[in-house]
C-alpha cells in the first residue's frame, strides 16, 4: 500500500510538471523582425535658397515706394522700402511652423522707423517685428510669400536723428525659426 501511495504520489507529481512545463511554453515567444522606417522629408526654401545648407541669407533686393523728392535706390525720411521672403515648403513631408523675428536694435535711435508685415497670402497686415505662423501639410499651396517693410516717417522732431544716418547704412536680421508642427 505504501508503494501504491508512492507510485501515485510521484505519478501526479510527474503530471504536475508537464503541466506547469507546457503552460510556461505558451507564454514564451521568440520572434525576430526586420523593418525599415522611411524618414519623412525636411527641406525648405527661403527665396530658393535650401536653409539646410546655407544659414545665412543676404537680402539685397529692396523695392523701394516711389518719391519725388528722393532719388531711386535711397532710403530716406518719407519713403519706404520692401523685400518679399518665399517660404516654400512643397518638398517637406511634415507641416511646418515658422516664426521670423527681426532683430531691429539698429533702429533703437529711430522711433519714426518701423517694420511692417504684410502676408500677400491672406493680405494680413502687421507692424510687428515678429511674425510667424503654420503651413500644414494637406495646404494646397505650401508656400508663404511675407512683404517686409521698412517704412520711414518724416518727422519733424526727428530730423537731428534722421541726419545722423545720411552715408550709412541700416542693417538688419532676421531670424527664421522653423519647427515640424505636430498638432495640439
Keep these: 500500500m505504501k508503494k501504491r ?61 516711389t518719391s519725388s523728392h528722393t532719388q531711386d535706390g535711397y532710403f530716406a525720411p518719407g519713403r519706404s522700402a520692401s523685400f518679399d521672403v518665399e517660404i516654400d515648403t512643397s518638398q517637406s513631408d511634415v507641416s511646418v511652423i515658422y516664426e521670423l523675428n527681426i532683430d531691429d536694435s539698429a533702429l533703437e535711435d529711430h522711433p ?5 508685415i504684410v502676408n500677400l ?14 503651413i500644414y501639410l494637406n495646404d494646397q499651396d505650401r508656400t508663404v510669400t511675407l512683404r517686409i517693410s521698412l517704412v520711414w516717417a518724416d518727422v519733424l ?3 537731428p536723428d534722421d541726419t545722423a544716418l545720411i552715408g550709412e547704412e541700416l542693417e538688419f536680421v532676421i531670424n527664421a525659426n522653423f519647427k515640424q508642427y505636430l498638432g495640439e
Design 5 to 65: 501511495i508512492w507510485l501515485i504520489v510521484l505519478i501526479s507529481f510527474l503530471i504536475t510538471v508537464l503541466s506547469i512545463s507546457s503552460t510556461f511554453a505558451l507564454f514564451e515567444t521568440n520572434a525576430g523582425a526586420e523593418s525599415e522606417l522611411d524618414i519623412g522629408k525636411w527641406k525648405i526654401l527661403v527665396n530658393d535658397n535650401d536653409i539646410s545648407l546655407a544659414e545665412t541669407i543676404t537680402l539685397n533686393d529692396f523695392t523701394y515706394s
Design 112 to 116: 519714426n522707423i518701423s517694420f511692417n
Design 157 to 159: 522732431a526727428n530730423d
Design 121 to 134: 497670402n491672406t493680405n494680413q497686415s502687421i507692424n510687428s517685428t515678429t511674425y510667424g505662423g503654420i
